[in-house]
């Protein structure tokens, strides 16, 4: 499980206490936080926010907006996934996307939100060891399903070759991309294993040896990266895919006069 | 997205009989249908979950090759039979959307996905398609994007996929099962349907019909065939234009031609004027480009996309000097 190293209540400030308390991460419901937040002196933040939700719990009462009456919404299912080789079953609303579930229910937080559209590849994780994008699967289609996530690619503390060479390429700045782009990577090894094409394919038939850089493009086209490090990516990838080890070009710099700090 | 119950299907009849209520929606591989949910565009009071049934097999029968409604497009792109004997299907699948979608998108569901239309997508626009009577937002508006034949005052959205502009030139035949249990064969051309007065109805199943299969039937065209794709980006965009060119060849002369067109109209758009004039002629660059006048003498572009009658012309001419050449095979 996620938040191994969680603070017990007692060493975190009010801020972070209501934060954790919000993600239940502590198991409790959210009347119970409502009522030790308000304890701790955010009574108003608290009263603020109690307001707030009884008003959206209207809105949703008044019909039109949501048919269902969220206490009994009438459209629970269980679904047992398994993710990275656990089980876990879960009760949930039909709505409840593979992202979310693994997200919000699960708390693996690896695999990113970022478009939740389809368009930007940030949530791409592996269904029975092929790339799909978890914010447009149900996860009640999931069932009996084997699902890897970004948290399921390393050994133990031995990191996945696609995230050693990310690392050594300096494949992305921000790394919001980073979980969806390395599970696109991992899934175009495979991919191109089995002789798949791909648009930018001379023949359709054209099997195994080294992708080209076109190749690598086109097959990581589903994933955007905001910060634009397309060209360290494609390194990483190739490097990894055609086992060819190619020299990292950046480094850290040690100004003259400042060795002994290096 | 609102509130819906979830069923899933154990055989093609029981998803028809499911399906029967006007509020039940089918789902596959749900690329469009979940984004379009997100969007408050589909409103489904129940999804019927196809992901169980047995329609997920291509079969060679006789000279035919059947696509099971359930394959993905990725498996139905590098299957030996398909990449063989219609490489221009791999290849227009190929040149739509990310590997993540197409994995995950079946072939049924490519054929029904909705337009891209922006209007139809934002609940705060008119759009004829998703509210009948309330307007097209795209006549007057940005309509850069949008058809240049077939269209009318009520739509000038265009179909977004690939396979099917490939489906269209290879004459495919669509299989479905209807509420009745009968089933019925519908010619590719035919599946898909101008917007008339009527834009919501984007194809011409009726409802609750199940598509489970799609056929290829032979044609000699596997060597001479080219899938063109002209978008605003390399890869991962919708078409400005593209072009689904085969050819059969008896040394220079045409014995047969096939041109089909994506991003220029409400259904995948065959420009019979194109082949029939090029049937029985050379195949040189001058004929096709006689070939391109012929299947754009009927556009009518819109405010925004006159651009797209010229770069059509363009894109018929490459994409027939390509299939002369050989194509990708």
């Keep these: ?262 | 997205m609102r509130a819906f119950e979830f069923v899933r299907a154990a055989s093609p009849t029981a998803a028809v009989a499911a399906c029967s209520s006007k509020e039940a929606n089918y789902l596959a591989g749900g690329t469009n249908l979940l984004d379009l949910m997100k969007e408050d565009v589909e409103r489904p009071g129940q999804l019927v979950d196809l992901n169980r049934l047995d329609l997920k097999e291509i079969r060679e029968s006789g000279g035919e090759v059947v696509l099971g409604a359930l394959v993905s497009n990725t498996d139905t792109a590098n299957h030996p039979a398909v990449r063989e004997r219609f490489p221009l299907l791999s290849q227009a699948i190929l040149a739509g959307a990310s590997q993540q979608i197409r994995n995950m998108a079946t072939n049924g569901g490519n054929l029904n996905q909705r337009t891209r239309c922006p209007y139809f997508y934002d609940t705060a626009m008119p759009c004829n398609k998703r509210v009948q009577g309330s307007g097209c937002g795209a006549l007057g508006g940005l309509n850069r994007m949008h058809a240049i034949f077939g269209w009318s005052n009520s739509c000038v959205a265009v179909h977004p996929s690939d396979m099917c502009v490939a489906l269209a030139a290879l004459d495919a035949m669509v299989t479905v099962l209807g509420a009745d249990g009968a089933k019925r064969v519908i010619p590719f051309t035919n599946y898909h349907r101008l917007p008339d007065g009527t834009p919501q109805k984007d194809n011409t199943l009726e409802p609750g019909e199940l598509v489970t299969e799609i056929t290829l039937p032979a044609n000699r065209f596997a060597k001479n065939s080219y899938y063109l794709k002209v978008r605003d980006r390399a890869s991962y965009a919708f078409a400005l234009v593209s072009v689904a060119a085969a050819l059969e060849l008896d040394g220079e002369l045409v014995k047969s031609a096939r041109v089909a067109l994506g991003g220029v109209a409400h259904k995948p758009w065959r420009a019979t004027q194109a082949e029939e004039f090029l049937s029985g002629k050379k195949a040189t660059t001058e004929n096709f480009k006689q070939a391109a006048e012929q299947a754009m003498k009927t556009a009518r572009p819109l405010s925004e996309n006159a651009f797209k009658v010229e770069l059509g012309k363009k894109a018929i001419v490459r994409a027939l000097e390509q299939a002369k050449k050989g194509g990708v095979v």
């Design chain 1, 1 to 262: 499980m996620a938040f191994d190293d969680t603070p017990s209540p007692e060493e975190m400030n009010p801020d972070e206490l209501a934060l954790f308390q919000e993600l239940s991460e502590f198991g409790e419901s959210r009347r119970f936080f409502l009522g030790q937040t308000a304890l701790t002196g955010l009574s108003v933040f608290a009263l603020n926010l109690l307001a707030q939700q009884e008003a959206a719990a209207q809105v949703q009462s008044e019909g039109a907006v949501l048919t269902t009456n969220p206490t009994d919404p009438g459209n629970l299912l269980s679904t047992t996934l398994n993710v990275n080789g656990k089980s876990h079953t879960l009760s949930h609303d039909s709505r409840v996307t593979l992202l979310d579930a693994l997200r919000e229910h699960l708390k693996m937080t690896g695999t990113k939100k970022g478009c939740d559209h389809g368009q930007c590849g940030a949530c791409t994780v592996m269904i029975d060891g092929r790339r799909v994008l978890s914010c447009l699967t149900l996860a009640a289609t999931c069932e009996g399903r084997e699902v890897t996530t970004i948290e399921g690619l390393a050994e133990g503390d031995e990191l996945h070759p696609m995230q050693r060479a990310f690392i050594k390429h300096d494949a992305f700045q921000c790394g919001y991309c980073t979980p969806g782009q390395i599970c696109s990577a991992v899934a175009l090894l495979k991919e191109a294993e089995e002789g798949q094409a791909s648009y930018a394919s001379q023949s359709l038939n054209d099997s195994g040896g080294a992708l080209s850089d076109d190749e690598i493009r086109e097959r990581m086209s589903g994933n955007i990266c905001r910060c634009g490090a397309y060209p360290n990516i494609v390194k990483a990838v190739a490097e990894v895919q055609s086992g060819r080890e190619t020299a990292q070009t950046w480094n850290f710099h040690v100004r003259v006069g400042e060795e002994g700090l290096a």
